[in-house]
């Protein structure tokens, strides 16, 4: 472990200055805009990279720097133009940035600074934005992470860019001001945090704009959190955003798009309705991590005792006549039974005792091989498969688990928990959309027994299924994949791009419908909007969909038999035309300046740093997650 931010050539650390983030919310997903601002204190010129975590969902559009008084703004390139332009610039003395995805996991960017004299300060702004997740109050949560834990990296996969991160360090050295500007088609409520806020200013006479800041002095030692309340939570909303009058009519960005948010509300009777079947198998995660403390306060509890204490719990809670085992994974697994066994007094027992034994004793963090051995086993009839994973997320070949994951998406769902500080985005949310189940995400001094009853609910009762819109009289292209299913407290959020002349009328009005299946019940919510779109808005809707298609196309390439060129090839034109990264692209800048070489030796250093990078949690914080693959036979 070493200490966070810039280091010197004595490993002592150059903290950041100033970090200024701003946030704007559009109903249900969010513009978050960062300014990071540090100084170079050594003699000699510096090659830093950054590394810092990006939500799983979240569509990085947007990066800059800014060297003393010229600033140079990045474009999207294809991966390796943008690599060899970078490398050609930094060798001939050019200042020189690159912000690409980390090969390993698609929530970690690495942030390439080129040479930075020595004494100079700089400025690096980048802009993502995200979906906000619904929590189990109907509310909204945005969460700005504090800090960052280590990944680990499985022996063999070629050495992790996160094996140097630390999530303690004494103090904060530098200022935070933060400030949110909150709109939405329902009337805002309320906004909550744990951290002290400002009061919350009303921009309007019906309240569907307001702003609200950080008090000033705020020491960022802690997740800063913001809970939205709106009115009628669960009523069918649609924006409809403008196209970019720069970009050509009948692309994504030069037709409107519009963002449907999709929350349906569950009746008390379905909500009562049990099953007593199932097959639940427990993957625990013992690895060394979850020896670290939950929270850095006082009392903390280990994450092993948290999540052996959860467990326990769960599997006190199952019905009876189920079946059921346990796996403990590191760098080598074992489970308490060779199969699944009935559910009974005697078998409960059993596992009781064993779990009260579990330590977080098996070193390094391997999940892919207890997963596939679970997939080998035959599925019992009439007792659907539900996976329960407990994990503190700490694992560098996620796509491979998720790829696992999700080529037996038709026979299992997958709940999964991301325990403690810092887990990975990608894999806990990854785990859940690929098998049509739900993540949760447990920090700090939250209760995790609260969380995972609520997802042994959810595998217990009905959802909804069998969804179909109806989007009439409107032309349109889809660019969010179809929802399957939703979990009871779940939302999906339906982007569309509209095409037509209909759209082009100052009256037009529009209508779609959303039909399903609950229990034994047929549900239809419609809603009614405008055409005429929010001619202000950033293109946050544009982007948003634009990644949701290149995840979808990032997806397909996995599958056996696909034409990952062809694949490639429409993700590189979408991320170049959107300005979304992507697994195919990245953002380069390059600063000419005098075009003077460098002088002395350029030190090339890998620079871990805490999430001071105002990285957002929000998708992930009992993140909703809808279906991404077909619905298990039992679920229908």
């Known amino acids: ?228 309340h709106y009115q009628n939570p669960h009523q069918l909303t649609a924006i409809v955003e403008a196209g970019s009058p720069a970009a050509q009519s009948g692309t994504l960005l030069g037709d409107p798009v519009v963002m449907v948010s999709f929350y349906p509300e569950f009746p008390e009777s379905v909500m009562s309705s049990m099953s007593s079947c199932g097959e639940f198998v427990f993957v625990m995660d013992r690895s060394g991590s979850m020896s670290c403390p939950m929270h850095n306060g006082r009392g903390a509890q280990e994450r092993i005792e948290c999540a052996r204490d959860t467990l326990l719990l769960l599997l006190k809670s199952l019905p009876m006549d189920c079946y059921f085992n346990i796996y403990g994974f590191g760098s080598h697994y074992k489970s308490f039974f ?38 080998k086993q035959p599925c019992i009839p009439n007792h659907p498969r539900q996976l329960f994973i407990f994990t503190d997320g700490e694992v560098e070949n996620a796509k491979d688990v998720l790829h696992c994951v999700r080529n037996n998406a038709n026979f299992h769902r997958c709940f999964s928990f991301g325990i403690g500080e810092g887990a990975s985005s990608a894999l806990i949310t990854g785990l859940a959309e690929n098998s049509s189940g739900h993540a949760q995400f447990i920090t700090g001094n939250e209760r995790m027994q609260a969380k995972v009853m609520q997802s042994l609910r959810y595998a217990l009762q009905p959802v909804v ?21 939703l979990f009871h407290g779940q939302r999906a959020l339906i982007y569309a791009q509209l095409k037509g002349e209909e ?40 982007r948003l969909g634009a990644r949701s298609l290149i995840r979808s196309l990032e997806r397909d390439e996995q599958d056996d038999g696909a034409d990952k060129e062809a694949l490639k090839a429409r993700v590189v034109e979408l991320s170049k035309q959107s300005g979304v990264s992507s697994s195919h692209t990245a953002f380069i800048a390059v600063h000419k300046g005098s075009g003077q070489a460098v002088k002395g030796p350029l030190v090339k250093r890998t620079i871990p740093t805490p999430t001071m990078m105002a990285c957002s949690r929000s998708l992930n914080q009992s993140s909703p997650v809808a279906a991404q693959r077909s619905v298990p036979s039992f679920c229908k």
Not at 515 to 539: A, C, M, T, W
């Open 503 to 542: 759209c082009q009328k100052p009256d037009a009005k529009g209508k779609i419908s959303v039909q399903y299946r609950l229990g034994d019940q047929e549900v239809s919510n419609i809603v009614h909007f405008s055409l005429k779109p929010d001619e202000n808005s950033g293109l946050v809707i544009h």
């Open 1 to 228: 472990m070493v200490n966070c931010g810039l280091l010197t050539n004595q490993n002592a650390p150059v903290p950041l200055k100033h970090i200024e983030v701003d946030l704007q919310v559009q109903g249900h997903v969010a513009t978050v805009t960062s300014t990071l601002q540090y100084l170079n204190e050594e003699e000699h010129p510096l090659e830093a990279v950054f590394v810092f975590p990006m939500p799983s969902g979240a569509a990085l559009c947007h990066f800059s720097a800014k060297i003393a008084d010229q600033e140079i703004v990045a474009e999207v390139q294809e991966k390796q133009e943008a690599q060899e332009q970078y490398d050609d610039a930094v060798s001939s003395g050019q200042q020189a940035f690159l912000l690409e995805e980390s090969e390993e996991s698609v929530d970690v960017f690495k942030m390439s600074v080129g040479s930075l004299p020595p004494g100079q300060s700089a400025a690096v702004t980048f802009i993502y934005i995200i979906e906000l997740s619904v929590q189990a109050d109907h509310s909204l949560q945005f969460c700005l992470p504090a800090v960052l834990n280590p990944r680990y990296t499985p022996a063999g996969s070629g050495g992790g860019i996160l094996s140097k991160i630390t999530s303690r360090f004494s103090g904060i050295p530098y200022s935070l001001s933060f400030t949110a500007h909150v709109s939405s088609p329902n009337p805002i409520t309320k906004v909550e945090s744990k951290c002290p806020l400002e009061p919350l200013m009303f921009l309007n006479t019906d309240h569907t704009k307001a702003k609200v800041s950080l008090c000033t002095g705020h020491m960022f030692n802690r997740d800063v959190e913001l809970y939205l």
């Open 465 to 485: 299924t069998d969804i179909t819109e109806d989007w009439t009289g409107l032309s349109f292209t889809r660019l969010s994949p179809p929802i399957n299913s």
């Open 338 to 375: 060779p199969k699944s066994v009935q559910y009974s007094q005697d078998t409960m027992e059993q596992a009781v005792k064993k779990v009260k034994e579990m330590q977080a004793d098996m070193e390094g963090t391997e999940i892919l091989r207890p997963l596939k051995n679970i997939y």
